[in-house]
C-alpha cells in the first residue's frame, strides 16, 4: 500500500515564499460610533479593532509581514498609521502570531495592556502605562468597559522552556452588550461555560490552522466553530484566524467554504459575519 509521508517544509513554507501577498492596504473609514454601537474591523489573523463610543481597544494587534520563517500572505486590513488613539490593548497569548513585541511598541503610548498570567514579562518595557494579568474568569474595568479572561484548550509557551505562560480567550462587556474574542483554541466543553457565565452576542472564533504539521490538536476546525457558536449562545459568528498565515496543511481558502457550508447545514448560516479586511462593521 502506498504511504505518502507529509512535507511542511515543502509542501508549505517553500511554496508560499514564492506566493505574492494579496488584499490593499486602503486608508480605512472609522464610522461615528452612537453609544450601545461596537464597529469591529479586521486587521487580519486574530487582530481586531473595537469601538465603543467612547474606547478603541485593539486585540492580539499584529502588522508582521513575516512570523520567522512563515510570510504573511495577505496584506492587513491598513497600515498600522491609519489606527485611531487606542484605549486598551488585549493581548490573548504569547505565541508569535498574537504576540508581536515590533507591533505592540509601535502602539504603545502609555495606555493599559491585559494579558494572561505569566505574559506580562513579555510586554512591560515596550511603552504601556500599567499591564494587568489575569487569570481565568478575573476581570478589569476601564471606565464603561469591563474585560474578563476565559479558558480556551491551547497552550502559551513562547519558547520550549516557558510553560508557565497562560493563554485564553477575552470577553469584552460594554452597555449591555458582550463580544467574545476566543484567541486559539481546539474545541473544547469550557465554551458552553463561557456562554453561561456571560451574555456574549458576538463571537470571534478561530476557524483556520486545524492541520498542523505537529499534529496537535489546538485549534478547533470549521465545524467545530459552529458548535462553540452554538454553545456559547451567541448571535453572531465572526470567523477570524485563517487566510493570513499557513499555519496548517489546509488550504488558505479551505476553513471560509467549510465554515459556511456547515453554517447552512446547521441552520445559522444568516448569522455568520464574514469580513473583509480593513472595513468596520457597525453593530
Known amino acids: 500500500m502506498a504511504w505518502h509521508r507529509r512535507n511542511f517544509l515543502t509542501q508549505v513554507l517553500i511554496p508560499s515564499l514564492f506566493t505574492k501577498r ?9 464610522p461615528k460610533i452612537r453609544p450601545g454601537e461596537y464597529a469591529i474591523t479586521w486587521i487580519g489573523h486574530a487582530s481586531f479593532l473595537i469601538q465603543t463610543h467612547d474606547y478603541n481597544v485593539l486585540i492580539d494587534p499584529n502588522w508582521a509581514r513575516w512570523l520567522k520563517v512563515i510570510k504573511r500572505l495577505k496584506q492587513p486590513g491598513f497600515e498600522i498609521h491609519h489606527l485611531p488613539d487606542i484605549d486598551l490593548v488585549l493581548v490573548t497569548h504569547a505565541h ?13 503610548s502609555d495606555q493599559p495592556i491585559v494579558v494572561p498570567v505569566g505574559v506580562g514579562n513579555l510586554v512591560h518595557d515596550l511603552g504601556f502605562n500599567i499591564v494587568h494579568e489575569l487569570d481565568y474568569w478575573q476581570t478589569v474595568e476601564l471606565g464603561s468597559l ?7 484548550h491551547h497552550w502559551g509557551a513562547r519558547f520550549l522552556a516557558d510553560l508557565h505562560r497562560g493563554f485564553g480567550g477575552f470577553v469584552i462587556e460594554a452597555n449591555g452588550r458582550g463580544i467574545f474574542h476566543c484567541g486559539d483554541s481546539a474545541y473544547f466543553p469550557g465554551f458552553k461555560e ?10 470571534l472564533l478561530p476557524i483556520g490552522a486545524y492541520d498542523p504539521p505537529s499534529g496537535r ?4 476546525n470549521p465545524e467545530e466553530a459552529v458548535q462553540a457558536f452554538l454553545e456559547l449562545r451567541a448571535k453572531k459568528l465572526v470567523p477570524m484566524h485563517y487566510g493570513t498565515f499557513r499555519l496548517g496543511y489546509e488550504p488558505l481558502d ?3 467554504s467549510r465554515l459556511l457550508a456547515r453554517a447552512r447545514e446547521a441552520g445559522i448560516h444568516h448569522d455568520v459575519l464574514v469580513m473583509t479586511e480593513g472595513q468596520p462593521v457597525v453593530l
Open 96 to 108: 508569535f502570531d498574537h504576540l508581536d513585541r515590533r507591533t505592540l511598541r509601535r502602539i504603545a
Open 217 to 220: 490538536e489546538v485549534h478547533m
Open 146 to 152: 469591563k474585560i474578563s479572561l476565559t479558558p480556551c
Open 194 to 203: 463561557i456562554g453561561e457565565r456571560h451574555d456574549i452576542e458576538i463571537a
Open 22 to 30: 494579496s488584499g490593499d492596504e486602503a486608508a480605512p473609514r472609522f
Open 254 to 256: 479551505e476553513p471560509l
